[in-house]
């Protein structure tokens, strides 16, 4: 560290991961400060070397507790399979707060030693060395695992570096912490971006829609311009099938007079292929002219494609032009972008003109460039079995049924929407043709040497012998252009593909068609998918090709290469800016942040955020808040315990279970009459368990259900609304992917809207048709299918002929959903009748948190009805910010209910991540063999008419209707710690997730502090905590504000007026709201996102919910009431 000047040093100290991106070290301008960065480098590592063997010899107890926190992080354990983004082997980010790991006791010296790790990864990134920067990063994790949340810096460092290697679940995660903790870091516009890049990939399609909204509206510097994140929302509007936005997106993004070629290439590419692939733009004949009139202006515009030309001849041969689609074919392979996809479609004309021999090498190039390329191993099986060559046909079938079976694990959920069509097809008829083959070969002769000679070598013959002239240096030159791979490859697959269509079932080429035996037809088929994977290249190039001049040669090929499709997708293509001084960036970008102070230790501002107790009173805590400083804006607010890291999933509890205890018996209750409802111990009862049976509720308090049977709906408000969902029948415990054979999580279900008259005619009808088709069959023990005949849902003999009978039909069925009965003046008779149940389990109560929020949240302190038939599902969830819930069956079918307690639902997230699906926004039902395996337990039980299911704070719950039935449901909010507790955990993770809190807990606490008086000491610390938090908040806002001379104006609040959120980011917004000035819609909006509206706020309003008094009243009044039990105030 001597070797460098002062000068130097300073230089080297103000580097970080926020200049990835903006500083190009590639570039011979900077070759200087490179080799200041690499001397830099060796000057750290020898200093972390000298360090770690300096530690050796203290003493062998640290040498040990190094070896625990330090497991191996060799670049290639990090990057093995990260193909797979969502692989559960690679967990290089994982840590628990909870489970301490053993920390080195550290001198003074040692926190040099611990920021030297982090610096290094900061340099590494900046030359681009993921890896090494990645290794970096962890050790500097392990150190400093207990307040890494504080380096701002160093999140984003990690992040980024997670995703250049592609472990996007990870890089995910760190982004989504940073922008929790500080919405306003100097990069959060290029978090933003990647965020919504890798959920598009993810097939989170509406929350990367509001990652890439929100990277608009920023003005910090950045590597990319507003008119390509506008390219990345429509193409994101095109995966989704929204056709008529995409196409809108793209042609808005034509008309920009400031388009460059390259986008406008990108851009007129999208367009051409989805005139070529969506039916709904148009007659054929022309959308087939627009296609090809798109196409071949993205080649005038960008001549260099080849990827364009290669999409050309793929609409040349749709419309039967094989010499032209040939030439496309041929000038794509010639600008050196010839790949695996272009020599697949080569292979289908030639095989379509009758060139086998042809065909066969063109496949061959294709396989040996990509060996897990599915569409060219089967077109290459279709060809050696319609030349009769059985044997090798079934080998390249099975090394096509291998790449699907492997792709088809990571292509879940939305993409599976999209995608599964051709690869259910092809797998379905890969099958059948595999089980036929089997059956000839094994009964086929030995082959002689006087055996009929083969029109074609065999595929051993093939792989080895030299193949024609062009085709072997074509390979080559493609070969020597791949840069360094990864050891251990696995396919790679891309994000959403960029040309969706080509997925369906109507291929874009018709298909020869050959006749095997008479078993069945295959088809020759286009490859789409790994299509897709090269192609993302084209989704971003946006992002990507801006400056290939001022790339290493070895960054230019990798971004044609399909191995790394994603890997590109920024920084060292972001060349754009490099005229961006370093100077200027120090200055300008990062001056102005609160994150610079993070450059080398984090949490130097630990010590001001302990300063604020809930032992304060108004005056003091306004007191320390004048303290802070006001050159900034305020930090993060969260309502948790102070300095606590960000919220996150919790690890299950480590006890292994038994069988018997992985399948408790569902805790219930029968009631004999009504001083049983309304004894204290039902309460107590429901509040100590995880879930709860309450039986012969209704007949205990006479409750007419008749007042919510579809007959009485139907008569009192027959044009209601009914939300209805088309789902698929299927048995309770299963889950089938029918076209794969297999279980699955994803639970697909499509959205519409009847009304109550018109779904009360299909409930009524599907019951006809069920006792039709029952006495059709004559089954003798159909009368077991009544539900509430059967206390077990999947224990008889008829149960399962119907679930055999689910699996290959894939009957259809609509569940009525969300009726919303909360109007009193429409549901009087209904809402009066629910007055009759005990006080914890009503809708509104003085007990009932949910009754304080002041204003309805529909479904939450209102009535929800649900309208079944058998087979509606309601897939498995957590409540809104975990609060109890109460349902009621109806009748006069019976329900089976499904429920894992809180503690686990750390690991029931862990598996939705590893099917691909999203726990907030995700549909699933788990399969019940999985949770065992992860020794999570699970209640299961039936719930029949009049029984009433209490589900407690945060119990994981997923239910199906066994008959026809209505049901009624509703939350309730009881006053105890615990409800408080994870309603606030989960309020903070929706934040850290970007997912919006329906129940706005700010808001909600202070109306409980002002209504009610809390005699339980953790309660009141829980409520107080978030008192402080918030009223320190508004009061450093309004300093804030005041300093950049903007005045704050009384608004005030109106009578059941709504909480407010932010119109961009969805969070609560509590008393100090933000308005644009000249908008004519008043859209509130939180201090980070009016910040980036305007910096310095001009042309923004302030306003004031509540005067300051009344808050800092409230704050002083709430304190811990002394007496037993709780009293409410008026």
Same mark, same amino acid.
């Given at each position: 560290?001597?070797?460098?000047?002062?000068?130097?040093?300073?230089?080297?100290?103000?580097?970080?991961?926020?200049?990835?991106?903006?500083?190009?070290?590639?570039?011979?301008?900077?070759?200087?400060?490179?080799?200041?960065?690499?001397?830099?480098?060796?000057?750290?590592?020898?200093?972390?070397?000298?360090?770690?063997?300096?530690?050796?010899?203290?003493?062998?107890?640290?040498?040990?507790?190094?070896?625990?926190?330090?497991?191996?992080?060799?670049?290639?354990?990090?990057?093995?399979?990260?193909?797979?983004?969502?692989?559960?082997?690679?967990?290089?980010?994982?840590?628990?707060?909870?489970?301490?790991?053993?920390?080195?006791?550290?001198?003074?010296?040692?926190?040099?030693?611990?920021?030297?790790?982090?610096?290094?990864?900061?340099?590494?990134?900046?030359?681009?060395?993921?890896?090494?920067?990645?290794?970096?990063?962890?050790?500097?994790?392990?150190?400093?695992?207990?307040?890494?949340?504080?380096?701002?810096?160093?999140?984003?460092?990690?992040?980024?570096?997670?995703?250049?290697?592609?472990?996007?679940?990870?890089?995910?995660?760190?982004?989504?912490?940073?922008?929790?903790?500080?919405?306003?870091?100097?990069?959060?516009?290029?978090?933003?971006?990647?965020?919504?890049?890798?959920?598009?990939?993810?097939?989170?399609?509406?929350?990367?829609?509001?990652?890439?909204?929100?990277?608009?509206?920023?003005?910090?510097?950045?590597?990319?311009?507003?008119?390509?994140?506008?390219?990345?929302?429509?193409?994101?509007?095109?995966?989704?099938?929204?056709?008529?936005?995409?196409?809108?997106?793209?042609?808005?993004?034509?008309?920009?007079?400031?388009?460059?070629?390259?986008?406008?290439?990108?851009?007129?590419?999208?367009?051409?292929?989805?005139?070529?692939?969506?039916?709904?733009?148009?007659?054929?004949?022309?959308?087939?002219?627009?296609?090809?009139?798109?196409?071949?202006?993205?080649?005038?515009?960008?001549?260099?494609?080849?990827?364009?030309?290669?999409?050309?001849?793929?609409?040349?041969?749709?419309?039967?032009?094989?010499?032209?689609?040939?030439?496309?074919?041929?000038?794509?392979?010639?600008?050196?972008?010839?790949?695996?996809?272009?020599?697949?479609?080569?292979?289908?004309?030639?095989?379509?003109?009758?060139?086998?021999?042809?065909?066969?090498?063109?496949?061959?190039?294709?396989?040996?460039?990509?060996?897990?390329?599915?569409?060219?191993?089967?077109?290459?099986?279709?060809?050696?079995?319609?030349?009769?060559?059985?044997?090798?046909?079934?080998?390249?079938?099975?090394?096509?049924?291998?790449?699907?079976?492997?792709?088809?694990?990571?292509?879940?959920?939305?993409?599976?929407?999209?995608?599964?069509?051709?690869?259910?097809?092809?797998?379905?008829?890969?099958?059948?043709?595999?089980?036929?083959?089997?059956? *000839? !070969? #094994? =009964?086929? $002769?030995? +082959? &002689?040497?006087?055996? %009929?000679?083969?029109?074609?070598?065999?595929? @051993?013959?093939?792989?080895?012998?030299?193949?024609?002239?062009?085709?072997?240096?074509?390979?080559?030159?493609?070969?020597?252009?791949?840069?360094?791979?990864?050891?251990?490859?696995?396919?790679?697959?891309?994000?959403?593909?960029?040309?969706?269509?080509? *997925? !369906? #079932? =109507?291929? $874009?080429? +018709? &298909?020869?068609?050959? %006749?095997?035996?008479?078993?069945?037809?295959? @088809?020759?088929?286009?490859?789409?998918?790994?299509?897709?994977?090269?192609?993302?290249?084209?989704?971003?190039?946006?992002?990507?090709?801006?400056?290939?001049?001022?790339?290493?040669?070895?960054?230019?090929?990798?971004?044609?290469?399909?191995?790394?499709?994603?890997?590109?997708?920024?920084?060292?293509?972001?060349?754009?800016?490099?005229?961006?001084?370093?100077?200027?960036?120090?200055?300008?970008?990062?001056?102005?942040?609160?994150?610079?102070?993070?450059?080398?230790?984090?949490?130097?501002?630990?010590?001001?955020?302990?300063?604020?107790?809930?032992?304060?009173?108004?005056?003091?805590?306004?007191?320390?808040?004048?303290?802070?400083?006001?050159?900034?804006?305020?930090?993060?607010?969260?309502?948790?315990?102070?300095?606590?890291?960000?919220?996150?999933?919790?690890?299950?509890?480590?006890?292994?279970?038994?069988?018997?205890?992985?399948?408790?018996?569902?805790?219930?209750?029968?009631?004999?009459?009504?001083?049983?409802?309304?004894?204290?111990?039902?309460?107590?009862?429901?509040?100590?368990?995880?879930?709860?049976?309450?039986?012969?509720?209704?007949?205990?308090?006479?409750?007419?259900?008749?007042?919510?049977?579809?007959?009485?709906?139907?008569?009192?408000?027959?044009?209601?609304?009914?939300?209805?969902?088309?789902?698929?029948?299927?048995?309770?415990?299963?889950?089938?992917?029918?076209?794969?054979?297999?279980?699955?999580?994803?639970?697909?279900?499509?959205?519409?809207?009847?009304?109550?008259?018109?779904?009360?005619?299909?409930?009524?009808?599907?019951?006809?048709?069920?006792?039709?088709?029952?006495?059709?069959?004559?089954?003798?023990?159909?009368?077991?299918?009544?539900?509430?005949?059967?206390?077990?849902?999947?224990?008889?003999?008829?149960?399962?002929?119907?679930?055999?009978?689910?699996?290959?039909?894939?009957?259809?069925?609509?569940?009525?959903?969300?009726?919303?009965?909360?109007?009193?003046?429409?549901?009087?008779?209904?809402?009066?009748?629910?007055?009759?149940?005990?006080?914890?389990?009503?809708?509104?109560?003085?007990?009932?948190?949910?009754?304080?929020?002041?204003?309805?949240?529909?479904?939450?302190?209102?009535?929800?009805?649900?309208?079944?038939?058998?087979?509606?599902?309601?897939?498995?969830?957590?409540?809104?910010?975990?609060?109890?819930?109460?349902?009621?069956?109806?009748?006069?079918?019976?329900?089976?209910?499904?429920?894992?307690?809180?503690?686990?639902?750390?690991?029931?997230?862990?598996?939705?991540?590893?099917?691909?699906?999203?726990?907030?926004?995700?549909?699933?039902?788990?399969?019940?063999?999985?949770?065992?395996?992860?020794?999570?337990?699970?209640?299961?039980?039936?719930?029949?008419?009049?029984?009433?299911?209490?589900?407690?704070?945060?119990?994981?719950?997923?239910?199906?209707?066994?008959?026809?039935?209505?049901?009624?449901?509703?939350?309730?909010?009881?006053?105890?710690?615990?409800?408080?507790?994870?309603?606030?955990?989960?309020?903070?993770?929706?934040?850290?997730?970007?997912?919006?809190?329906?129940?706005?807990?700010?808001?909600?606490?202070?109306?409980?502090?002002?209504?009610?008086?809390?005699?339980?000491?953790?309660?009141?610390?829980?409520?107080?905590?978030?008192?402080?938090?918030?009223?320190?908040?508004?009061?450093?806002?309004?300093?804030?504000?005041?300093?950049?001379?903007?005045?704050?104006?009384?608004?005030?609040?109106?009578?059941?007026?709504?909480?407010?959120?932010?119109?961009?980011?969805?969070?609560?917004?509590?008393?100090?709201?933000?308005?644009?000035?000249?908008?004519?819609?008043?859209?509130?909006?939180?201090?980070?996102?009016?910040?980036?509206?305007?910096?310095?706020?001009?042309?923004?309003?302030?306003?004031?919910?509540?005067?300051?008094?009344?808050?800092?009243?409230?704050?002083?009044?709430?304190?811990?009431?002394?007496?037993?039990?709780?009293?409410?105030?008026?």
């Amino acid at each position: 560290m001597g070797q460098l000047t002062f000068e130097d040093d300073c230089l080297i100290r103000e580097l970080d991961s926020r200049y990835y991106g903006f500083l190009d070290l590639s570039n011979s301008k900077n070759a200087e400060l490179r080799n200041l960065v690499q001397q830099t480098i060796t000057n750290l590592q020898n200093y972390i070397a000298n360090g770690q063997a300096h530690e050796s010899k203290n003493s062998s107890d640290n040498k040990n507790a190094i070896q625990k926190l330090e497991p191996s992080t060799q670049a290639g354990e990090h990057m093995e399979n990260t193909s797979s983004q969502n692989n559960d082997d690679t967990k290089p980010f994982e840590q628990d707060t909870k489970e301490k790991v053993p920390i080195i006791e550290e001198k003074p010296q040692d926190e040099h030693y611990v920021n030297a790790l982090c610096k290094l990864g900061h340099l590494h990134l900046l030359l681009g060395e993921y890896s090494e920067a990645l290794s970096a990063y962890q050790k500097y994790l392990r150190f400093r695992e207990n307040n890494y949340w504080t380096n701002h810096a160093f999140m984003y460092g990690i992040g980024v570096a997670y995703f250049k290697l592609r472990c996007f679940k990870w890089a995910i995660k760190s982004f989504q912490e940073l922008l929790y903790l500080s919405p306003n870091f100097t990069c959060a516009n290029e978090v933003h971006l990647r965020l919504g890049l890798m959920l598009k990939h993810c097939g989170e399609f509406h929350i990367a829609l509001k990652h890439l909204q929100l990277a608009l509206l920023y003005t910090y510097p950045s590597t990319f311009s507003e008119l390509q994140v506008k390219f990345q929302i429509a193409h994101l509007y095109e995966v989704q099938n929204k056709h008529k936005a995409a196409k809108d997106g793209y042609e808005f993004l034509l008309n920009e007079k400031n388009i460059s070629l390259e986008l406008k290439a990108d851009v007129y590419r999208q367009l051409g292929w989805m005139y070529h692939c969506v039916e709904c733009l148009g007659e054929k004949k022309e959308r087939e002219a627009n296609a090809l009139n798109f196409l071949q202006k993205s080649i005038e515009a960008d001549p260099k494609s080849g990827q364009s030309l290669y999409l050309l001849g793929r609409c040349y041969a749709g419309i039967n032009k094989v010499h032209d689609a040939f030439l496309a074919y041929r000038n794509s392979v010639e600008k050196s972008e010839g790949n695996a996809d272009t020599w697949c479609s080569i292979g289908v004309l030639y095989q379509q003109q009758n060139q086998p021999t042809d065909a066969l090498q063109a496949y061959i190039c294709a396989v040996q460039l990509d060996k897990d390329h599915k569409a060219a191993w089967t077109n290459l099986g279709i060809l050696y079995e319609s030349c009769g060559q059985l044997r090798d046909a079934y080998a390249c079938y099975l090394n096509a049924t291998k790449q699907i079976s492997f792709q088809s694990s990571l292509i879940r959920k939305k993409q599976a929407i999209r995608m599964k069509k051709d690869t259910i097809g092809l797998s379905k008829g890969l099958s059948q043709r595999i089980t036929f083959l089997e059956g *000839q !070969l #094994s =009964q086929a $002769p030995l +082959p &002689s040497i006087t055996s %009929k000679r083969r029109q074609l070598c065999s595929i @051993e013959e093939a792989w080895n012998l030299p193949i024609s002239l062009e085709m072997n240096s074509r390979q080559q030159q493609t070969a020597q252009m791949l840069p360094r791979q990864v050891t251990k490859q696995s396919p790679v697959q891309g994000p959403p593909p960029p040309y969706p269509h080509s *997925q !369906l #079932s =109507q291929s $874009p080429i +018709p &298909s020869k068609r050959i %006749k095997e035996d008479g078993t069945g037809q295959q @088809e020759v088929t286009q490859n789409n998918s790994q299509t897709s994977a090269q192609n993302l290249i084209n989704i971003s190039e946006s992002l990507n090709q801006r400056n290939f001049n001022a790339m290493p040669e070895s960054n230019k090929s990798s971004e044609q290469s399909v191995l790394d499709t994603f890997d590109d997708i920024s920084n060292d293509i972001y060349k754009q800016n490099e005229s961006i001084k370093l100077e200027r960036l120090s200055h300008d970008a990062l001056s102005n942040n609160e994150d610079s102070r993070h450059d080398y230790i984090g949490g130097d501002n630990a010590d001001l955020s302990t300063t604020f107790k809930i032992q304060m009173d108004s005056k003091q805590l306004m007191a320390a808040v004048k303290l802070l400083p006001i050159d900034e804006p305020p930090v993060h607010c969260t309502i948790l315990q102070v300095n606590a890291p960000p919220p996150s999933p919790p690890d299950c509890p480590p006890q292994k279970l038994t069988r018997d205890q992985l399948l408790p018996p569902t805790p219930s209750v029968h009631l004999e009459n009504k001083k049983n409802a309304f004894s204290p111990q039902l309460q107590e009862f429901c509040l100590k368990h995880p879930i709860a049976v309450v039986r012969g509720l209704a007949g205990a308090l006479k409750l007419d259900l008749g007042l919510f049977s579809t007959k009485t709906l139907v008569e009192a408000n027959p044009d209601h609304s009914v939300e209805v969902r088309t789902q698929v029948h299927q048995s309770p415990d299963e889950n089938w992917d029918t076209s794969q054979g297999k279980r699955v999580w994803a639970c697909i279900s499509h959205r519409s809207h009847t009304t109550i008259a018109k779904y009360a005619q299909y409930q009524a009808s599907s019951f006809q048709d069920s006792l039709k088709d029952e006495s059709d069959k004559g089954f003798p023990g159909s009368q077991a299918m009544s539900d509430s005949d059967s206390k077990d849902s999947v224990s008889n003999s008829n149960i399962v002929l119907k679930r055999k009978k689910h699996k290959i039909n894939s009957k259809m069925l609509r569940f009525g959903t969300n009726v919303d009965l909360s109007d009193e003046k429409k549901w009087k008779p209904q809402l009066t009748e629910l007055q009759k149940l005990p006080a914890f389990a009503r809708v509104i109560s003085a007990a009932n948190m949910l009754s304080h929020v002041g204003h309805v949240i529909l479904g939450m302190n209102t009535v929800q009805l649900y309208m079944k038939v058998p087979g509606s599902r309601t897939p498995g969830h957590q409540e809104n910010n975990n609060f109890c819930s109460i349902n009621i069956n109806i009748g006069p079918g019976d329900c089976e209910w499904f429920a894992v307690p809180d503690a686990y639902w750390g690991g029931v997230h862990n598996l939705c991540e590893k099917n691909n699906i999203s726990y907030l926004h995700g549909s699933w039902w788990p399969v019940l063999e999985d949770l065992y395996k992860e020794n999570i337990p699970v209640y299961r039980f039936i719930q029949k008419p009049g029984d009433l299911v209490w589900v407690n704070a945060g119990c994981v719950h997923w239910v199906q209707s066994i008959g026809w039935c209505n049901n009624i449901a509703w939350n309730v909010g009881p006053l105890t710690a615990r409800q408080y507790s994870l309603a606030i955990e989960r309020y903070e993770w929706n934040k850290v997730q970007a997912f919006k809190s329906i129940v706005p807990m700010v808001h909600l606490s202070w109306n409980l502090a002002r209504n009610i008086k809390v005699s339980d000491t953790k309660l009141f610390e829980l409520i107080k905590m978030c008192l402080l938090q918030t009223l320190k908040n508004v009061l450093h806002i309004q300093e804030y504000v005041k300093s950049k001379g903007v005045e704050i104006r009384f608004n005030g609040r109106g009578k059941n007026e709504a909480s407010h959120y932010c119109g961009q980011c969805e969070v609560e917004v509590f008393n100090v709201l933000f308005i644009k000035e000249q908008e004519k819609r008043h859209v509130v909006h939180c201090l980070s996102c009016a910040l980036k509206l305007s910096p310095s706020l001009q042309g923004i309003v302030c306003l004031e919910e509540y005067r300051l008094s009344e808050l800092q009243r409230v704050y002083d009044s709430f304190t811990l009431h002394r007496t037993q039990g709780l009293a409410y105030t008026q």
